[in-house]
């Protein structure tokens, strides 16, 4: 199995392809360096063709790991106008989870607790 599965990808141009494809290696490596047992990412991308000119691009990435299956949350951030910054969007949220899940408590341990 591919490390990185694309769902809706040959629906893009050539050129966001590429771009789509560079920008998940790197978030690839980086997400691997944050779980250090990564066992595939799964990106999803959905273009809504309205009337118009411009295009509407709405972005899911979910992470597969052994223990626990990370997915980006669909807040309005991973669906905008640009599909560069809806796929940084998308990748940032994805990363905050993972940081949050496994650096859990940070700081002063409370007295009464």
Same mark, same amino acid.
């Given at each position: 199995? =591919?490390? @990185?599965?694309? &769902? *809706? %990808?040959?629906? %893009? =141009?050539?050129?966001?392809?590429?771009?789509? #494809?560079?920008?998940?290696? #790197?978030?690839?490596?980086? @997400?691997?360096?944050?779980?250090?047992?990564?066992?595939?990412?799964? &990106?999803?991308?959905?273009?809504?063709?309205?009337? *118009? /000119?411009?295009?509407?691009?709405?972005? /899911?990435? +979910?992470? &597969?790991?052994?223990?626990?299956?990370? =997915?980006?949350?669909?807040?309005?951030?991973?669906?905008? !106008?640009? %599909?560069?910054?809806?796929?940084?969007?998308?990748?940032?949220?994805?990363? +905050? #989870? &993972? #940081? /949050? =899940?496994? /650096?859990?408590? +940070? *700081? !002063?341990?409370?007295?009464?607790?």
């Amino acid at each position: 199995m =591919e490390p @990185i599965q694309f &769902i *809706g %990808l040959n629906e %893009l =141009e050539d050129v966001d392809q590429q771009m789509v #494809q560079t920008l998940a290696t #790197q978030y690839y490596d980086k @997400i691997q360096r944050a779980l250090k047992n990564l066992t595939s990412l799964v &990106i999803h991308i959905k273009r809504y063709e309205k009337e *118009g /000119h411009r295009q509407k691009y709405s972005i /899911h990435v +979910r992470v &597969i790991a052994p223990t626990k299956v990370f =997915e980006s949350s669909k807040s309005p951030e991973a669906a905008t !106008w640009d %599909l560069a910054s809806a796929l940084h969007n998308a990748f940032k949220n994805l990363v +905050r #989870q &993972i #940081q /949050h =899940e496994f /650096h859990g408590e +940070r *700081g !002063w341990k409370k007295d009464y607790e």
